[in-house]
């Protein structure tokens, strides 16, 4: 059974930083695509960062500098790094993977979705 598992969440301030990791189980974090959603209380889900089985990257523009993906083959994980937290990057963050997915931060189609882990940033 394939799951993903978030965690890392918590509240900071503004500035501040924090670092999400979501934890693969029955499912290769090296193959296909997986990015890092996040969705605000009355918004829409959007797409965070993405990372592809080659390593390639790619970035919403409101997070760029900021925030960055990567992954760990070894520990079959996925972490987000984000610095310089905004009262605005306040959500829920969802990692998802898909691995017949090329690198893309489109919200739908995905194959597995974690549950999410909440980010507070107070100004």
């Known amino acids: 059974q394939r799951k993903l598992v978030e965690s890392g969440g918590g509240s900071v301030q503004a500035g501040g930083s924090l670092r999400l990791s979501c934890a693969a189980a029955g499912y290769t974090v090296s193959t296909g695509c997986m990015g890092w959603f996040r969705q605000a209380p009355g918004k829409e889900r959007e797409g965070v960062a993405a990372?592809?089985?080659?390593?390639?990257?790619t970035y919403a523009d409101s997070v760029k500098g900021r925030f960055t993906i990567s992954k760990d083959n070894a520990k079959n994980t996925l972490s987000l790094q984000m610095n310089s937290l905004k009262p605005e990057d306040t959500a829920m963050y969802y990692c998802?993977?898909?691995?017949?997915?090329?690198?893309?931060?489109?919200?739908?189609?995905?194959?597995?979705w974690g549950q999410g882990t909440q980010v507070t940033v107070s100004s």
């Open positions: 998802a993977a898909d691995p017949d997915r090329i690198l893309t931060l489109t919200t739908w189609g995905w194959d597995y």
């Open positions: 990372i592809d089985s080659t390593g390639s990257t």
